[in-house]
Structures are given as C-alpha cells and as structure tokens.
C-alpha cells in the first residue's frame, strides 16, 4: 500500500510518502517545513515535489492520510481540502488522524505525553496519551489551569512530556509542577515527521478505519470559528 500522509495543522507543514508491505513501513520520502501561514500558496507545488522526487505519480497512490485537527482553522482546512480532492480525483480512500494524536511521537521516555496547541486567551488544544497511543483525557479546547488539573489528577505522578507550541507558551507554569518529573518539547522534537505519524495510524484500518465516502471528510475545530462566534451560530 502506498500511502501519502499530509499535516498542515500547524505552522509545520508536514508530508510522507509511505509504502506499508507485511505490516512493515518503509519511509519513501518526507516534507518538514517551518512556514509562515502561507501552506495554501505551497502544499501542493511540495505535494507534486515529493511525488516526483521519489518517482512516484499520483495515479500510484492507495490511499491518503490526513491531519484533521485541531490546529490552525486556515491550515486545517488547507489539507483537508486538498486531502479531499486529491481522494476524489484519484479515486481512493482518504482517512482522518487526530492533529494532537501525531504529536506524542516525541523522544522521550516518559509514559504520558500530552499534545498542547496554543489556543490564545489562556486556552489550548489538548488531549493526554500514554506514550503507546491510549487515551487518558479526551482532546478538546481547556482553560489552561483546568486542563493541568485534569491531567494531574488523572495521570499521578507520571513523568509526562508536554508538546508543542501550547507546552511551550505555559513552559513556566508546566516547569513550576516539578521539574524533575515534567518535560516540555517544541514541536519540532518530535522523533518522526508528523506526516509519517499519521501514516503510521492510517494503515491501522480497525483503530482508523478510511471514510466511505470522501465527501464526509471534515476538519475538526474543537471550537467555532470567529465568524460563526460574531454570527452567533
């Protein structure tokens, strides 16, 4: 199976080019870019790179991943769209990964990750999984405090690893927990490419199961968008 994973959840935007032979992945070829809120006018030029790079057309593709959210409204939307078109048009199943899921394959020993996008205004996007992929607290949109609670109380004294640009923004506050037993990681830590995370879920059909139909693929906000808020919706 070979398989193009996309995530432009965040500033990071991330692709991988993945074959899965015998429940074995070989890594064909990847994008990991620092960008600056500019993935519409880029994704798809890097997109047909990667392809051309690595020898591969798009007719060649079994299926394709994709970064659902939470994360940037602009960015999430981008690769779904473009997660969506390319299904349709080349006739393959699309499947939706958990933007914050992909974020735990940090390099760390700890047995708790917990994945934080900054969400502005003292909130974040989070969620808390053991290091094996188990989901401790559910993803959604927290106050910050509420949410550090939530993952003490649920978690022990576990040694956890904060990610990402949320982790980052209350590094303080996270560090004042005890530093001895709390990491905090940038993104950019992780052991993999994003994109190869949500490669790495996609092939695992019964946890991840392809949408039916690519129309249903949708992004996942957690949160209204600051139109639908001033509209009332």
């Avoid at 798809?44 to 593709?61: H, N, Y």
Wanted: glycine content about 8%; charged content about 20%; some cysteine.
């Amino acid at each position: 199976m070979l398989m193009l994973a996309i995530d432009t959840s965040t500033k990071v935007l991330s692709l991988a080019l993945v074959r899965y032979v015998n429940e074995e992945h070989e890594l064909l070829g990847h994008v990991d870019e620092q960008t600056q809120n500019n993935q519409s006018e880029i994704l798809m030029s890097r997109i047909e790179q990667l392809l051309q790079e690595c020898g591969v057309t798009p007719a060649d593709l079994d299926r394709i991943g994709v970064a659902v959210g939470p994360g940037s409204y602009t960015g999430v939307r981008v690769g779904v769209t473009a997660a969506k078109s390319l299904g349709y048009a080349l006739g393959i199943p699309v499947t939706p990964v958990s933007s914050l899921q992909v974020m735990i394959w940090v390099e760390s020993d700890a047995d708790v990750r917990v994945p934080m996008m900054d969400a502005r205004r003292g909130t974040v996007f989070a969620a808390a999984y053991y290091a094996w992929g188990d989901l401790i607290v559910p993803e959604g949109h927290y106050e910050i405090e509420a949410f550090i609670e939530k993952v003490l109380v649920t978690t022990g004294h576990d040694q956890i690893a904060f990610i990402g640009d949320g982790a980052l923004a209350h590094k303080e506050r996270l560090v004042s927990i005890s530093p001895k037993w709390v990491e905090v990681h940038a993104e950019e830590a992780l052991s993999s490419g994003k994109a190869e995370a949500v490669a790495f879920y996609t092939a695992f059909e019964e946890e991840f199961p392809p949408l039916a139909n690519t129309h249903d693929l949708k992004p996942n906000y957690l949160r209204k968008t600051e139109a639908e808020m001033n509209a009332g919706v």
